[in-house]
Nanobody, 114 residues
Framework: QVQLVESGGGLVQPGGSLRLSCAAS????????MGWYRQAPGKQREVVAG???????SYGDSVKGRFTISRDNAKNTVYLQMNSLKPEDTAVYYC????????WGQGTQVTVSS
């Protein structure tokens, strides 16, 4: 069973940057497309970025041009570089396969506020 552990969140001012990390257990990590999801209070969880096993990427319209997803298969880790953060990016961020099939981790809180 794959376990996912997210880290790197925090409080940042508008316009700031954060880099999230997601460490996955299990050697099967490298063969699956992975994604970053987020859930804001009172809203449904949404996928914001995805990366294929070969490195192809896709982004939601709200983060395109500001967020960059990457992965290191040797380390079983996926990253999300978030730049030009906005208050509406405030949410708990999770990683999972795309489509999601693994158990959700605890997520990491990102708060964008002045």
């Amino acid at each position: 069973q794959v376990q996912l552990v997210e880290s790197g969140g925090g409080l940042v001012q508008p316009g700031g940057s954060l880099r999230l990390s997601c460490a996955a257990s299990g050697s099967i990590f490298s063969i699956y497309p992975m994604g970053w999801y987020r859930q804001a209070p009172g809203k449904q969880r949404e996928v914001v970025a995805g990366i294929g096993s070969g490195g192809s990427t896709s982004y939601g319209d709200s983060v395109k041009g500001r967020f960059t997803i990457s992965r290191d298969n040797a380390k079983n880790t996926v990253y999300l570089q978030m730049n030009s953060l906005k208050p509406e990016d405030t949410a708990v961020y999770y990683c999972n396969a795309v489509p999601a099939w693994a158990s959700w981790g605890q997520g990491t809180q990102v708060t964008v506020s002045s």
